[in-house]
């Protein structure tokens, strides 16, 4: 298992690990919470600095001095207006952090979380950890991000217990949200562009800023690695800008140690989850303003049950890089002057990114509901729309599912005092909106056309089914990390027809290359990969393990039948896309022509009954067959104006045919990579 899993405790949710912080509030006043007294430790080797002396340091560093006299040289502009600009992108960019404001915002959220959710908790073990780390070093929060309510419940949570108040990197839409905007910004935000591409002053600006807040330790940093809200609730893969960026004040010796924070935020339901499903189909999101935010309010209206936020354990920098780094190369180049990030920095860079997101998905808490997803997504959906499921049968089949996951090591939230069949009914009550329980069977819940009376065409049929498959497939993914090193194995043992490891773990490890956009594995952990997929399977009786066999039981056929068809759906849709790109696709086209184009091509395939998966819809899971293609050379990206991709056909067909099993596994043991 992960050595750095450390954040929370395997097993059944323990009351005693989390406090539920909305019990006292229930209790007590929330004008008298937002006002009290709020004296938090700081870093103790941060000295006094408000947000304008910060930004004053930032525009008067010999960093941004050298790259701004640079960028007048190569655009012929004056030193003094490239001045101005880097002045405007700041003072666009910086936080205005003020107490007040963070009053405001917890007496504010009080009133909205106690409206829509049932609990929040909190693992004050870790909160204590926090604290302490706080005050050693410069702190880098790192939630997972889910919902926009990300965004608020850690300054929340911080303020509740005395903590530091973080500041926020945010996407710079919710800066023009009226009145939002400015109050998010003096509650710590500081927001960034989307796209940024080559804009070198806007680079030095945000990375100067950046590294200033974490050099001076004005106070925890917060920041999403995946970059994104994902839309499909599993974790991304993450973005290295930013962690470039947070890292690099001890890459260069200028602070003894940074500490990152993994935190882990679960919910058992999302407020946005009809929104996220209706955008993987095409559907654009809508624009981040005030009224939309006023419009929105409904959400006051519906249960979202619990949250669960865990705060994993502070991993050091200066510990999990030794080895990894040779520091001494920052000596070469004064400090002050621009440096690319050498091989060696990248992928130690990369390597804790992973890291921090695989410390997220084993902290997180997993809900019954997702439990009971992943199930009644291997139902046909036509029968779950039509005829539905017995209840008995789901119920029991959870019941197994939940002894399952403990075994491979999960966190659930599954409270022992109260009967079984209450937890999962009340779980099914929590998402009325996409399924139903009645006369003792359990449907698909379709989106109904408002008027009522207009006729639906085969093709929008398959997009409303789709959409609902989408929101339960959303709650399944929360729980696929638990599953996908054993169901790999599995995968990998029913396409090869092989009992041999070495031919398995050839396998696996193109499954793993081939899948690493869609689930989160850490770089060079392949082989242990491999043996903890092994460890799990012959822990719950699957499969029998020699030096040199790896061989499936009967006895363990629920398992690995279960295993097989979670990653049936993600195996179907990577097909589809692959079908597309030999038969269909021009030798050259771009991200805008390939989405519909697939998405027609699949609901085509629905139709026709040949395709059995809604997901194929999904436009996030087709980017990472384009990513995953990009990577293993079987598209390449042309340098033109707009994103151009050019086919190899030849290398597609390859990956398709080893993914489907046409080439014996014995040609992969050679090379294993899917390129070659």
């Not at 079908?579 to 998405?599: G, M, T, Y």
Request: overall charge neutral.
């Amino acid at each position: 298992m992960n050595p750095h899993r450390q954040s929370g405790r395997a097993g059944l949710h323990d009351e005693e690990d989390f406090v539920d912080i909305l019990e006292e509030r229930r209790r007590s006043s929330d004008l008298g919470h937002a006002l009290r007294t709020f004296k938090p430790q700081p870093y103790t080797g941060a000295l006094p600095c408000s947000a304008s002396d910060l930004n004053k340091s930032v525009l008067e560093s010999q960093y941004l001095r050298y790259m701004t006299k640079e960028i007048a040289m190569e655009t012929g502009s004056s030193v003094e207006a490239v001045k101005q600009e880097a002045c405007g992108i700041l003072e666009e960019m910086s936080h205005n952090l003020q107490l007040g404001f963070i009053r405001l915002l917890g007496f504010t959220l009080t009133k909205v979380f106690k409206r829509i959710f049932s609990s929040i908790h909190v693992n004050m073990e870790g909160l204590s950890r926090l604290q302490q780390a706080i005050q050693e070093c410069p702190v880098i929060l790192m939630p997972s991000h889910r919902s926009y309510v990300d965004f608020l419940i850690i300054s929340y949570i911080l303020f509740t217990y005395d903590l530091p108040i973080p500041v926020i990197a945010a996407g710079v839409p919710l800066a023009g949200m009226k009145m939002i905007g400015e109050i998010l910004r003096r509650s710590g935000a500081f927001f960034i562009r989307r796209g940024i591409g080559s804009d070198k002053l806007y680079w030095a600006v945000l990375s100067e800023y950046v590294k200033t807040i974490v050099r001076k330790g004005f106070a925890p940093m917060e920041f999403y690695v995946e970059g994104l809200r994902s839309r499909t609730l599993k974790s991304l893969k993450p973005k290295l800008g930013m962690m470039h960026m947070v890292l690099e004040p001890f890459f260069k010796g200028e602070v003894y140690d940074i500490t990152l924070v993994p935190i882990s935020i679960s919910y058992d339901r999302v407020l946005e989850e009809s929104l996220l499903a209706h955008e993987l189909l095409g559907v654009p999101k809508p624009k981040e303003t005030t009224m939309g935010l006023l419009k929105a309010a409904r959400v006051l209206q519906e249960d979202y049950g619990s949250m669960h936020v865990n705060f994993g354990h502070p991993l050091s920098v200066r510990q999990l890089s030794q080895n990894k780094i040779n520091r001494s190369q920052y000596n070469l180049i004064p400090r002050d002057l621009p440096q690319k990030p050498s091989a060696e920095t990248q992928a130690c860079t990369n390597w804790l990114a992973h890291l921090v997101v695989r410390v997220q998905e084993e902290g997180s808490v997993v809900s019954p509901w997702s439990l009971m997803a992943c199930l009644l997504l291997q139902t046909p959906s036509a029968t779950l729309a039509e005829e539905g499921l017995a209840w008995d049968q789901l119920t029991q089949k959870t019941l197994w599912l939940r002894t399952l996951a403990l075994g491979f090591g999960a966190c659930l939230n599954w409270p022992g005092h109260v009967p079984e069949s209450d937890v999962m009914s009340s779980s099914m009550a929590l998402h009325h909106s996409v399924v139903q329980h009645k006369r003792g069977r359990v449907h698909l819940v379709e989106e109904k056309d408002p008027a009522g009376n207009r006729p639906v065409s085969p093709e929008e049929g398959v997009l409303r089914r789709a959409a609902a498959v989408l929101m339960v497939a959303s709650y399944r993914n929360q729980a696929l990390h638990i599953f996908v090193r054993p169901a790999l194995l599995v995968t990998a043992i029913h396409t090869t027809k092989s009992t041999h490891r070495d031919e398995l773990f050839a396998f696996f490890c193109f499954l793993q290359n081939v899948f690493s956009n869609e689930f989160i594995f850490i770089p060079d952990r392949a082989s242990e990969d491999f043996e903890e997929a092994c460890s799990l399977l012959r822990k719950c009786g699957a499969v029998q393990i020699s030096p040199q066999e790896v061989a499936e039981l009967e006895a363990g056929l629920q398992t690995t039948c279960f295993l097989q068809a979670l990653l049936q759906p993600f195996i179907e849709t990577y097909q589809v896309v692959l079908r597309f790109l030999c038969e269909e696709a021009d030798h050259v086209f771009s991200e805008k022509q390939l989405l519909p184009a697939v998405r027609s091509l699949a609901t085509r395939l629905i139709l026709s009954g040949e395709l059995h998966t809604y997901e194929a819809l999904s436009s996030d899971t087709q980017k990472n067959v384009l990513s995953a293609l990009l990577r293993l050379e079987a598209v390449t990206k042309l340098r033109t104006t707009e994103s151009k991709y050019r086919v190899n056909r030849a290398a597609i067909r390859r990956i398709g045919d080893i993914l489907s099993g046409k080439i014996p596994p014995q040609m992969l043991i050679a090379a294993p990579d899917a390129r070659l």
